[in-house]
Each structure stands twice: as C-alpha cells, then as structure tokens.
C-alpha cells in the first residue's frame, strides 16, 4: 500500500524557517522523482519544488526559488523541504506527491504569521 506522510508543519513568523518531511512506504521510492504542492484557501494547488529519483535535479516555482530546498534521503525514504525567509504568503496546506504513482499525502499545514 502506498503511504505518504508529511510532517514539520506548524505556526512561524515571517523570515522564519521550516523543515517539512514525508516519509513514503509501499513503493521502491529511490526510483520515483518526487514533488511538493502546497493549496491556500480558495486558491488552486500549486507545485512547489520537483526533485529526481536520485536527488540530482530539482526544480521549483519562481515564489519560492532562493528560498526552499527541496531534498532526499533513499536510504530513508524520506523527501524535504527546507523553507527559510518565511512570507505570510507561504501560508498554505502542503502536500507531498509521487506523481508516477498518483499518491498524496494528507497535508501539513504552514502558518506564517506574526
């Protein structure tokens, strides 16, 4: 069974940092490129940051470029993302994604406020 789970979510002031994780079960995770989304309310979701099965190409949106890392451990089975210099508009449910496999997690919620 396919598991995603996302953690690190919480309430942080603007320039503030935070580090999400999602750790994923039931599938050969080091073989599947993984993404972050992230939904605010009444908006659309929009992806975050993309990174390859094996962690070496990344991609992200132009919002949040310069400002999140997205990462990998296989060995964990676990992707990052790593959210510094914090903007109330950040403030978002975000998701983890293994595209290939039409998986989603349930959400962290990120609030960036003061």
């Known amino acids: 069974q396919v598991r995603l789970v996302e953690s690190g979510g919480g309430l942080v002031q603007p320039g503030g940092s935070l580090r999400l994780s999602c750790a994923a079960s039931g599938f050969t995770f080091s073989s599947l490129g993984m993404n972050w989304y992230r939904q605010a309310p009444g908006k659309e979701r929009e992806l975050v940051a993309t990174?390859?099965?094996?962690?070496?190409?990344?991609d992200y949106a132009d919002s949040v470029k310069g400002r999140f890392t997205i990462s990998r451990d296989n060995a964990k089975n676990t992707v990052y993302l790593q959210m510094n210099s914090l903007k109330p508009e950040d403030t978002a449910m975000y998701y983890c994604?293994?595209?290939?496999?039409?998986?989603w997690g349930q959400g962290t919620q990120v609030t960036v406020s003061s």
């Open positions: 994604n293994a595209p290939r496999r039409g998986a």
């Open positions: 990174i390859s099965s094996a962690g070496g190409d990344t």
